[in-house]
Nanobody, 122 residues
């Protein structure tokens, strides 16, 4: 069974920074894309950032220039560095292994973590 383990969430003031980690022990990590999603109360889940096996990245417009997704295959861990945070970044952040994006269509992978909460205060 593939485990996806997020960490790093917490509370931060607007303008501050947090770094989320997503650990996926095992051999599958290096073979799949990794994506971060978020879901705020009363809102739909949205794809925040994705990094492919080729390290090509993509971001939703609202986080471009502020968030950076990276991966370390040796540590089977991906990271989401969140800078200049805004109150609207408040959400549960979930890590997904295997997300594909093709012709604008997002297909989530089979493996999800439990999520980590991020709260950005004014």
């Amino acid at each position: 069974q593939v485990q996806v383990l997020e960490s790093g969430g917490g509370s931060v003031q607007a303008g501050g920074s947090l770094r989320l980690s997503c650990s996926v022990p095992g051999n599958l990590f290096s073979l799949r894309a990794l994506a971060w999603y978020r879901q705020a109360p009363g809102k739909q889940r949205e794809l925040v950032a994705r990094i492919g096996t080729d390290h090509v990245t993509r971001y939703t417009d609202s986080v471009k220039g502020r968030f950076t997704i990276t991966r370390d295959n040796a540590k089977t861990t991906a990271y989401l560095q969140m800078n200049s945070q805004k109150h609207e970044d408040t959400a549960d952040y979930l890590c997904n292994l295997g997300t594909k994006v093709s012709d604008g269509k997002i297909v989530t992978g089979d493996y999800w973590g439990q999520g980590t909460k991020v709260n950005v205060t004014f």
